[in-house]
C-alpha cells in the first residue's frame, strides 16, 4: 500500500471522529464496547447453556424421566404446570441413587460424619414423600460450608432445612454441626 493512502484514510478518520463531537464519540464508543461484550461474554455463555440443557435431558432419560422443559415462549396448559413440578423430583425408589451421591459428597469434601438418622416421612393426600436426614458433621468452617454447597448442587431435589453450629471454643478450628436435609421424592406412578 501507497503511504500517502494511509495518510489520506488518517485525516479522513480524524475529520469524521471531529464531526461526530463529544456525544457522537461516546456513542460510537458504546457502541463498539458493546459488540465486543456480545462476541466475548454473551455468545460463548450461550454456548454453554445449550451444552447444560443437553446434559440435563441426557440425566433425565439416565434417571428414567421423561424430559419436562417446556418449549420456550409457549405457556403451560392447565394441570401441565404442576405435572412439570411433580416431574422434577426424582421418584421414590430411587432413593438409594440420591444418598450415594450424598455420601460421595461428603467423602470429597474432607468433613467427618459421625452416624446419621434417616426417616421418611409420608403425608396422606401429598404427592411428595420428604427424606429427612440429620447428619451430624465434624470439620473447618469452610469445609463445612462447601460440603453444604456442593450436596445442594450434587442432589438438587434436595433442601437444607436446619442448621445447628457448634464450636468447642473460640481457639478451636473445628466446628461441630448438625445439619438436616430434606430429600423430597416424588410418589406418583412412572
Do not use: C
Not at 63 to 87: C, I, N, S
Not at 99 to 110: H, T, W
Amino acid at each position: 500500500m501507497d503511504r500517502s493512502f494511509l495518510t489520506n484514510a488518517l485525516l479522513r478518520m480524524r475529520w469524521q471522529t471531529a464531526r461526530l463531537g463529544t456525544a457522537g464519540k461516546i456513542g460510537f464508543g458504546l457502541l463498539v464496547f458493546s459488540a465486543v461484550f456480545f462476541f466475548a461474554a454473551v455468545v460463548p455463555r450461550h454456548a454453554e447453556s445449550d451444552a447444560l440443557k443437553v446434559k440435563a435431558e441426557a440425566m433425565q432419560l439416565r434417571l428414567g424421566v421423561e424430559p419436562t422443559m417446556p418449549v420456550a415462549g409457549r405457556k403451560m396448559q392447565g394441570d401441565q404446570a404442576l405435572q412439570a413440578f411433580y416431574a422434577f423430583f426424582p421418584h421414590i425408589d430411587s432413593s438409594p441413587f440420591w444418598i450415594k451421591e450424598l455420601v460421595q459428597v461428603v467423602a470429597s469434601s474432607n468433613v467427618e460424619i459421625n452416624g446419621a438418622e434417616y426417616r421418611m416421612v409420608r403425608e396422606k393426600g401429598w404427592k411428595l414423600a420428604r427424606y429427612e436426614m440429620m447428619l451430624p458433621v465434624r470439620g473447618k468452617y469452610p469445609q463445612v460450608r462447601a460440603f453444604i454447597a456442593d450436596a445442594l448442587r450434587v442432589v438438587p431435589a434436595m433442601a437444607l432445612v436446619d442448621v445447628a453450629i457448634k464450636r468447642e471454643g473460640v481457639e478451636s478450628e473445628l466446628l461441630e454441626a448438625s445439619l438436616k436435609f430434606n430429600l423430597y421424592l416424588n410418589e406418583g406412578k412412572r
